[in-house]
């Protein structure tokens, strides 16, 4: 099994321009989480998805959307990139049940200037 | 809502020394805990949880965590620290009540572990 496995690992937005952090995973798990890391901040939870066409929205979801067409994908979408999303992006995933023990993949690394 | 706190934002111990990192929680059900390290460029990695039982558990690279239920603590212990655990770690909780959207695991802010040699 490869885990969770995010694209790309770097990238440089300028303001006001879009793209798409991809994340799969193959274990099979129902739940996947988007998150974001700033320093000294710890993790939060921008939007998370408890399966195949259902998301909801995290701690911190402005200026973000997602979709979950497929149990493996769940990409996070930024439309309007703004300095304040210069952050490290984490997807994670989970079984079903109350333990919620979540992989995380390996990370995006985005600066928008 | 449940939060975590971890008081060590920056530690910095000699090779051999002893380590202990502390984390506290809020809620007062049932939770789920755990640690996560995040060596330097790397993604977060599971080093040890607790679901239930003997509130001391055993993870990898010889750490090992107590949950101390009165308390509300979750600290993270290692009793020789070595070079390569320098990282940041990650304490979180998730409160086993709350079901479906609910359920989200909580993470404290992190504490970066330096080691010197």
């Known amino acids: 099994n490869a885990g969770v496995t995010q694209t790309p690992k770097f990238r440089i937005l300028k303001i006001g321009q879009s793209m798409t952090l991809q994340c799969t995973q193959d274990m099979n798990h129902n739940y996947m989480y988007w998150y974001r890391q700033d320093p000294g901040m710890g993790l939060k939870l921008i939007y998370y998805s408890v399966g195949a066409g259902i998301t909801d929205k995290g701690e911190v979801p402005n200026g973000y959307n997602v979709s979950r067409s497929t149990t493996e994908d769940f990409p996070l979408r930024l439309e309007l990139a703004a300095p304040s999303q210069t952050s490290v992006y984490f997807c994670?995933?989970?079984?079903?049940?109350?333990?919620?023990?979540?992989?995380f993949g390996p990370g995006t690394r985005l600066t928008v200037t | 809502a449940q939060s975590v706190s971890q008081h060590n934002h920056h530690v910095i111990l000699s090779e051999a020394a002893s380590l202990e990192l502390g984390c506290n929680y809020s809620y007062g059900g049932t939770v789920n805990l755990f640690w996560y390290v995040q060596y330097p460029g790397q993604h977060l990695q599971l080093l040890l949880k607790y679901f239930s039982g003997d509130p001391l558990v055993k993870g990898i690279k010889g750490f090992e965590a107590e949950f101390i239920k009165s308390k509300f603590s979750f600290n993270l212990r290692k009793p020789s620290v070595q070079w390569s655990d320098t990282a940041e770690y990650f304490c979180a909780v998730n409160a086993e009540r709350l079901t479906g959207g609910g359920n989200k695991l909580t993470f404290g802010t992190g504490t970066q572990l330096k080691v010197e040699l």
């Open positions: 994670a995933s989970r079984t079903s049940g109350r333990k919620n023990e979540q992989y």
